[in-house]
Each structure stands twice: as structure tokens, then as C-alpha cells.
């Protein structure tokens, strides 16, 4: 892997770069592997993966270069913002945390949706991020009666759904968000949030809601974060295990046979070389569609070596 001169990057809302060095210095020390690191930097951070890796690496340099005692190495604050904290955290010198949650007119914009929500009137949802991130954060977190909860929670469906198309609009004719870019993480938060928010429905009574809370998880990643295997086949498979548990098993074996068209690819492109980090997870994801369609369907020949096939590539992969 080979970076540009530029080695920042761009967190998620409500974390910091701060935040993001303490806990890159924290895990190793503390033996969480490899592959928790990079879900907690692509979920939590909304790092793609490559500058997830590239977080990794700036922040090991950055001890490296205070290990070293000598004033001139100490990184460039702008242009190496991550060594540069991480530096100077090795050495005891003070950093600001330039964490930031919602804003006064933000938290009264949210609070305003689930007042309408509590009275029972109409969805209405935003177009503002941030306003329904911290509309499904206050309903997800919300101890009121049943029924003024679900107001609450269908209220921060829409929000999201209605943010997340702003998203996609502003990226015109692109087919996905551009990795790193504020659509990109903003589009890892959506998803998040949306996940939460679904976790809630399926405790309702109707299974449908399930249904519907991961279709708009899967029409955030593929619109947002189409492009990263990982996260479009966590989508994907979690549709298709919701359909076979409310009754379906043919609808989740269609969801599962259009993984196996997408991700197959994967497969050409590792056969010599061994897969790693997010690979290795939308591998998995191949796997697993193939166990489901087994499952539902019976094996085959063709099931039946693409599975194998699937695990040869995963037994030469390691994401620690």
C-alpha cells in the first residue's frame, strides 16, 4: 500500500481525531485483534479501509519518531495530523480533542421531529445529518410508553431515509460516494443508525418492519458505500437472514444468489494472491451465501465447488 503526500483523514460526526489516535495507542496494548481494530475504524471513525490502514500506520510512526528523542522528527501537524497527535501523546505533551456532537440548533431541530412523532402526526424527516442521526440516537435510546416509541422510531426511519437521499442526490451522477468523502462517512453513520433503529423493530409484532429497517440499511450502502465489498455483503446477507426467518426461504435464497453474482470476482482476483482485511470479510460474505442457498435449495456441483473454492481462498487469508 502506497500513500500520497496527503495523510489526513476525515472521521465520523461526534468523533475526533483525538479520539481516534487514544484508541488506535490503546488496542494494542490491551491484544484486540486485528480485524476488531479495523471494524471499530470503519464503523465507529467511518475510515474506509485504506485509511484505516493508513491510520494504523501514522499513528505506530508517531511513537517511532517520540521514541527517537530528537526534536526534528516530530511530524508535520498539518500534513501528518495523526503522527503529529500521536507523537506528541507518546511524549505526555497536551492535545485538544476537537470532538464535537450536535449542535444547540441541531439537538432543537431533532427534538422538534419527535415532538410531531409523540403527537402522532405525519413523518416529516430532514434533510440534515446530523439532525437524524441524533433523531434515531433519542428514539433508539427512548423509554417512553410503547406506542410513543414506535412513533419515535418510525420517525427516525424517515429521517434517515430522507437524509441518506440527500446524500445520494448531491452525488450526482456518481454511482457511490467518493471513499473518505463527507457523503462517505456520512453514509457509514446513516447505515449505523438505520441498524439500530431496525434492531428496535424486531421486537414489534409485525416482521415486516425488520424487513423494511435493513432494506433502507441495504439502500444506504449500496447507493453510499457501494464500492467496498464488506459492507455491501454484510447489507445483503442480514436482508437475506431476515427473509428465511420471517418464513421466506426462496426470496432469501434470490438475495444470497445475487451476492454470489456480484462477489465471485473476488475469487479471480485472489487466486494467487492471498486475500486480506476487507477481502477476507466479503469472502465470508460469498461463503455464507452459498451455505444459505445450500441450505434452502440443496447443493449442486457447481454449489458445491464454488464453496470449496471459497474456502481455499479464505484458509490462505488472515485479516491479524
Known sequence: MEWTDDLTVRVARGTSMGGLVSYLRAAPAQGVPRRDVLAVLTERFALPFDDARLAMDRVAGGAVRAASGNPANEPDP?????????????????????????????????????????????????????VALEVARSAVASQEPDRTRFHLLIEAATSLSVAAEACIARLGQLPCAPEGSQEWVDGVALAAAARQVT??????????????????????????????????????????????????????????EAVLADFQVLLDEFEVDAPFDEHVIALEYLLAAVELIIEVRGGSPELDALRDRTRLVLGRSSTD
Not at 203 to 214: C, K, N, Y
Not at 218 to 233: D, E, K, N
Open 78 to 130: 498539518v500534513k501528518d495530523p495523526l503522527a503529529w497527535l500521536s507523537y506528541r501523546l507518546e511524549l505526555g505533551l497536551p492535545v485538544d480533542d476537537d470532538a464535537s456532537g450536535p449542535s444547540v440548533e441541531e439537538q432543537a431541530a431533532a427534538e422538534a421531529l419527535l415532538e410531531r412523532a409523540r403527537r402522532g402526526e405525519p413523518t416529516h424527516g430532514t434533510e440534515d445529518v446530523a
Open 199 to 256: 434492531a428496535k423493530f424486531a421486537a414489534q409484532p409485525d416482521p415486516q418492519l425488520e424487513e423494511q429497517g435493513l432494506g433502507l440499511v441495504g439502500r444506504i450502502v449500496t447507493r453510499l458505500l457501494g464500492q467496498c465489498h464488506a459492507f455491501v455483503g454484510r447489507a445483503m446477507i442480514e436482508s437475506a437472514r431476515c427473509t428465511q426467518r420471517n418464513g421466506d426461504p426462496d426470496r432469501a435464497a434470490d438475495h444470497a
